[in-house]
């Protein structure tokens, strides 16, 4: 079974650990924060040997050069990031596959926040990990990217098998719950699932990660192709709803 260890770093992100026992691996998802990593997997017991960067930001690739000193791991970055990002040895794009062990990842290209952007679906597990691409009830501020290029990054992953839990990078839930609400005011579920959010959050438990199919439901900018949101927030077609609404967002 491949184990996977969250843990809070810097302000708000998430760090990811991913384990399998059988070949001893242990793989870090982006490295916002080398000490709290190293000391992560240090209690863990487990042998850093990999680390997947999703894109080039220092709260995702930050990290790099001290964990692969202290532990000589290889560092597989997205291609069209890479060139700023410290210490890749291996680059990736969309259609590649890296491995843990026997675990197949399949590298998405969801460039977007940047433009070399990538995920890691691990189909065997059920889990993908999207870094800053996609949030619970968000998506990523579009630093790099084009509204086009976005909306398909979004409809990849819309596209993976709806059970899918998606490991996001940042604690933004409680933020991002509020602008879906201003965004879809009459969608029951997204009410159901805002208020659970405010307690989880009150009892200092984690949103993340969150499951495909309820995003699905209630994140708006994966809803920019359904007549409701099109009609609310106008647009042609879905890439100019989406593209209204993320510019809502960048000033709600």
């Known amino acids: 079974m ?21 070949s001893g691996e242990t793989i870090c998802i982006d490295t916002p ?12 017991g487990w042998r850093i040997t990999q680390i997947w960067n999703t894109h080039w930001h220092p709260d995702h690739a930050g990290g790099n050069a001290a964990i692969k000193a202290a532990t000589g791991c ?33 590298v998405i290209d969801v460039g977007g926040h940047t433009l070399g952007h990538v995920a890691y679906h691990l189909p065997q597990a059920g889990v993908a990990f999207v870094g800053d691409s996609l949030f619970a ?7 790099e990217g084009t509204p086009q290029q976005f ?5 990849r992953l ?12 940042h604690e933004y839930t409680q933020s991002n719950a509020r602008f879906a609400l201003h965004a879809d005011p009459d969608n ?12 989880r959050r009150a009892r200092g438990e984690p949103t993340v990660p969150t499951q495909l199919t309820r995003e699905l439901a209630t994140n708006p900018f ?19 709803t989406f593209a209204r609404l993320r510019a809502a967002k960048d000033n709600f």
């Open 158 to 169: 819309k596209a993976l098998p709806p059970e899918t839990a998606l490991y996001c990078a």
């Open 74 to 106: 290889t560092i597989v970055a997205p291609r069209r990031d890479a060139a700023k990002i410290e210490g890749f040895d291996r680059t990736v794009a969309n259609g590649d596959t890296v491995q843990l062990g026997s675990w197949m990842a399949d």
């Open 2 to 22: 491949l184990e996977i260890h969250q843990f809070p770093c810097l302000n708000d992100n998430y760090g990811f650990l991913l384990h399998d026992p059988e």
């Open 188 to 199: 029951i579920e997204l009410q159901l699932y805002a208020r659970e959010i405010d307690e």
């Open 33 to 44: 924060d080398a000490e709290v990593y190293l000391r992560e997997a240090a209690a863990k």
């Open 222 to 240: 994966l809803r920019a192709d359904q007549e409701g949101m099109r009609n609310r927030w106008g647009g042609l077609d879905p890439v100019e």
């Open 151 to 155: 909306w398909a990054s979004l409809s």
């Open 137 to 143: 009830l968000g998506c990523g501020r579009m630093f």
